[in-house]
C-alpha cells in the first residue's frame, strides 16, 4: 500500500471505534457568569425601602424606576429622558386598576 496525501501509514491511522477528537469540542462559557444574567440577577432580589413611613419589599429594579419617576417629577431632564426611552423600549397595556388620562381634541368634543 502506498502512502501520502491523504492517505497515512497504517500504523498512524485511528483504530476502529477510536474518535479522532476524543475529548470532543469544548463547551461554551456558562450563561450564569454573562454580564446580562448577572444584571436580570441582581436586578431582581428583593430590598427593604421605607415608602411613607412603612417598609416595603421590592424588587432592585422596581427601587431604581421608582427613583427615575421621583427624578423626572422633581424636573431632572435627563431623569425625565431617561424614563421615556424605558417607557418606550418597553411599552405595555395599562395593567387592571391603573389611572390614565384621555386627552380629547376640540373637533372630538364637538362630536
Known amino acids: 500500500m502506498r502512502t501520502g496525501y491523504r492517505n497515512p501509514p497504517a500504523g498512524g491511522r485511528f483504530k476502529k471505534g477510536q474518535s479522532g477528537n476524543p475529548r470532543g469540542r469544548p463547551r461554551q462559557a456558562s450563561r450564569k457568569t454573562s454580564p446580562a444574567h ?41 431623569a ?22 384621555m386627552v380629547f381634541s376640540d373637533e372630538d368634543m364637538k362630536l
Open 38 to 78: 448577572l444584571f436580570r440577577k441582581v436586578a431582581n432580589e428583593d430590598v427593604a425601602i421605607e415608602l411613607e413611613g412603612a417598609q416595603v419589599m421590592m424588587t432592585r429594579w422596581e427601587a431604581v424606576l421608582r427613583q427615575i419617576h421621583t427624578l423626572a417629577l422633581n424636573k431632572d431632564a435627563g
Open 80 to 101: 425625565a429622558r431617561l424614563l421615556h426611552q424605558i417607557r418606550t423600549q418597553y411599552p405595555g397595556s395599562a395593567a387592571p386598576g391603573d389611572k390614565f388620562i
